[in-house]
């Protein structure tokens, strides 16, 4: 592990005005954290969130503290590749250009769910959804003014692998497993997006960002049993606060030096808590071939073309 600065935190954000911002998942956790210190540097912040009502109470909350806040809400269901496309058609709508897509949103260890396509919940939400949405938009991204893909996975990505046999758990679903698969699937996405579009000489970055262990209701709202038990228990003994967590993501989509393809996480112990710095995926995630077939599926899976071709 790479230190890459002391104490990185929000004060360090660049001036931002300017800029537009699509963070998903944005009521909420970590996603509310990284809107907050984004409006609060100036920039145009889109809150794509499921619901609307949840989007505009988060936004109102950040304009109590913020009265210039340019804050917009837009619903989008990352599990529904259907909400996925009107949302991005939305977007072309309002004629907005995109500087800044934060894949933050997501959902953790819930009971085996289908997606309306039919996806397990978890694979459909964390990166099926995110993937469309990133291909979807990559044409609304400047190719100059440092433009960014930031895709938050989580340190159990290391415990992940793809279960191309079974990817809906039909056979056999475990609700941790097929979050880290999912978490798995965030890194190859992030990591391939980022050799494509060197290859094609797309001058965007695509930078990875994982939170360590931080308090959400992820850890609640998604478990369920003897599970949500010790998420409850333990999460406000063990985690780091939300607006710490988010530090990483945000260093990953403002900081100058940042170069794409780099892994930002927490300096601490086990990558647990602490402040941003260069980590490393586990090695696995490094295997361009294994990260071409996802991609190849995940293109399938969405109808979703990137207009990329494999790098050399």
């Known amino acids: 592990m790479t230190k890459t600065q002391d104490r990185w935190t929000a004060d360090s954000i660049p001036d931002q005005s300017g800029r537009t911002a699509i963070v998903t998942g ?55 590749l259907d909400s996925v496309r009107s949302f991005v058609d939305g977007l072309r709508g309002d004629g ?79 609700p941790s497993a097929f979050y880290a698969q999912s978490k798995f699937a965030n890194v190859l996405f992030g990591l391939e997006l980022d050799r494509r579009l060197r290859a094609a000489g797309r001058d965007i970055k695509s930078v990875l960002a994982h939170p360590g ?14 599970l949500n038990l010790v998420m409850r228990i333990g999460t406000p003994i063990m985690a780091q606060p939300a607006d710490r967590g988010a530090l990483d993501q945000l260093y990953a989509a403002t900081e100058p030096t940042v170069h794409s393809g780099q892994f930002i996480g927490p300096d601490g112990p086990f990558e647990g808590r602490g402040y941003p710095t260069i980590v490393q995926p586990v090695e696995s995630a490094k295997d361009p071939e294994l990260a071409r077939r996802l991609w190849t599926l995940s293109e399938e899976l969405t109808g979703v073309d990137f207009h990329l071709p494999p790098a050399p």
């Open 26 to 80: 944005a009521n909420s956790g970590l996603g509310f954290e990284t809107t907050k210190a984004l409006a609060a540097h100036g920039a145009r912040v889109v809150l794509a969130v499921r619901n609307e009502a949840k989007g505009q109470a988060a936004a109102d909350a950040i304009r109590a503290g913020q009265r210039d806040a340019d804050l917009r809400v837009r619903r989008l269901d990352l599990a529904d």
């Open 96 to 174: 907005l250009a995109v500087d800044l897509l934060i894949n933050n949103a997501g959902v953790m260890m819930p009971p085996r769910i289908l997606s309306p396509q039919g996806h397990e919940s978890q694979f459909a939400g964390n990166h099926l959804g995110h993937f469309a949405l990133t291909g979807l938009v990559l044409d609304l991204l400047p190719a100059y003014a440092d433009a960014r893909v930031v895709t938050v996975s989580s340190s159990l990505h290391r415990r992940g692998h793809i279960h191309f046999d079974d990817l809906t758990g039909a056979r056999g679903y475990s």
């Open 213 to 226: 262990y931080s308090a959400t209701n992820l850890q609640t709202t998604g478990p369920t049993g003897l």
